[in-house]
Every structure is written in C-alpha cells, then in structure tokens.
C-alpha cells in the first residue's frame, strides 16, 4: 500500500497544499515549527480519523478558518483509491471514501494501516501504562473492527459508572447492570489483547535476537486483572462485584480492562525497573518493528510509516538497525537535517517545508 499523493486545505499551518510522494522513501525536511509533523498529522489522519497529538478535531483546522480538508491518494495492489476528511471548527466530520460518504469511523480502519514512531515511543517501556495501551489500542483498532467496537463501548460504560461512583450516587441495579455490560465488552477487549501480546511476543523475541546479535532474549507479557488468567465474563464480573465497596469509596472503578500493562524481560529481567536506557531503546525500536509485521502477517500488507524526528534520537548503529528492517515499507521521515544513509541517493523524495508550504 502506498500514499501517492496528499491535499491540504486550511489544515494546521498549511492554506493549501498538493504533494505527490515517493513510493519508497520521503524526507519531510526544514526547521523546527515549520510544518513537518502537521504534514504527516495529515497522513495519520486519512487512517485513523483523528490526530495522534491531539483529540480535539478542531484543533486542526487553521487558526480562523470554518473547515479544514484533507484528501490522499492511496495506491493498493495496484487499485487507485481516495479518502477525503473534512473538520469543521466545531469538530463535525466528514469522511469520504471513493467519494462515498461513510457513516462509520471503523470503516474507514483497515484501509490505509499507518505505523508512527515518535521520540515519545522511545519511552515506551517505562513510560506510564497508559502509553502501553494505546499502543495496544492502536493496532487492534485498526487490524480488528470488533475490538474497535467493543472498547468503545467499554469506555462509554465505563465513563458512565464512574460518574455514578464520583457522585456517590449508588443504585445498586444500575451498577449492577453497568458491570455486566463491562464484564461482557471487557472480555471481548481482553481475549483480543491476550493474542496480540502472544504475537507480539513472539516476533518481538526474533527481532530483539536479530537486532542484538542473539544475546538478548525478549518476553513480552500481558498483564491483567483475571483470575489465573482465564479470560471469562464471569470472572470479570465476579472481580468488578468483588471491588465495588472499594470503587465507591474511592469514586472510580479500579479494576478491569483498563488498568491492563503490557512488561517487558530481557534475559529475564524486568526492562522496565532494571534494563539500561540502550536496552529500554531498543525494546522499543523491537516492538515498532514488530508491529510492522504483525500488520503484515494479519493484513498481507505492509503498513505506512511515519517516523517523527525518531532517527535523530537514536545512535547510528540502532539508526542503522532500524532502517535495514523497512526496505519494504513506505516511508515519511521528518527531520531538521538529512540523515547520512539518505544522502546522496537519487530514489527518494526529499520535501522542503518552511512555514507551511514546500519549496524546492
Ligand atoms: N490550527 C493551527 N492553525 C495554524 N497554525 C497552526 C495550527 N496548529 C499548529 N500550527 C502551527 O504549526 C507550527 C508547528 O508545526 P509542526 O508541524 O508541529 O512543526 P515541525 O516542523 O517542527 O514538526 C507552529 O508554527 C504552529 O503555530
Ligand atoms: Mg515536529
């Protein structure tokens, strides 16, 4: 799958904008505040339907403007296609696929799976376990519509319980009747999670070994509220039943889904309490790359990826590891300064960006 081209309308600091891309390989390259990673906040965009640095919609469309518009050009096994999204200032989207209005978000999923690698991620394993689910999230969104629709609905439920045990006003029926809906939507959510976080395991080990000349082995493990680890809607609710004096004394539902982890072990040994910064790095550049394949083996294609003033952050040799392993997938990096393996090679696409238009 390849972005062929991009068109802007009134989106962040661009007034209009029109760029073709390079089948492989893009530098995004100029200043800082210039523009860079509002161009590839657009690309994410045509995938996902919203940012990944913000949730506000509105926050997208330029300063005064009523509507911002984005529109890519998608080349898919040789099939040309389009997506088109429209914000207006009070958030209302519109999304067009193939000119075709769609009425659902998770339609939209599945159509162009974007991969982003930002310096945050590099933080990834020690990093609050919020950051850990949303990079689960993420990928299940994208690869699995039904998850997508089961956490949606766990989290408007659970928005709802927690309103009620904040304003202590307890009804037992209610609560009783939220917590199987959480029970039921949380197991969908979690049996998802389980084998996701077994092949992520799997082909994080190999890459970890490949990536360190086999000194380190990697295990990843999923960390959850059940009971021997046997994911059942019984034992969920059983567990949200058996927590609710403490969650109305405390004013929020403190087990369940979403307060799962993912821990990281290399050579059995915590990587988030013990691993070196290198080796809390690498384990990060290990699960991006991971994910590039799982998306691969689930989808038979290989995802887009955005690298965001990633390579700058790494050392040349995890740099280098890196960029051996994306040989097949499209690429957009931003940068400040063309990074040395790109120099001097004629086959890719450098865009200069300054204030939000491109110059040569
Ligand atoms: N909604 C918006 N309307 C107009 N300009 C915006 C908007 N949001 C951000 N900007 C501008 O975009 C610039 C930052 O762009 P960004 O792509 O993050 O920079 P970089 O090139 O460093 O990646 C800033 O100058 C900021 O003021
Ligand atoms: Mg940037």
Redesign the pocket.
Known sequence: MIIKSIYLENF??YEKLEVEFNEKVNILI?N????????IEAIYLSSMSKSFRTNTSS?????NKEFAKVKVKVKDDDIDRNVEIRIDNNSKKIIKKNGKIIRKTSELFNNIIIVVFSPDDLSIVKNDPIKRRTFIDRELCQLKPKYYLALTSYNKTLKQKNALLKERKFNDNLIEVLDSQLAKYGTIISKYRKVFCLELCNISNKLQKSITDDKEELVIKYINNFKNNEITEENLYNILKENRKKDMEKGYTTVGPHRDDISFYINGIDVKKYGSQGQQRTCALTLKLAEIEIIKNETEKYPILLLDDVLSELDSERQEKLISHLDMVQLFI?TTDIPKQYKDNNEIKIIK?KKGTVYN
Do not use: E, P
């Not at 800082?32 to 161009?39: E, F, I």
């Open positions: 962040r600091n100029g800082n505040a210039q523009g860079k990673t509002n161009l926050d997208l469309v330029s300063f931003t960006i």
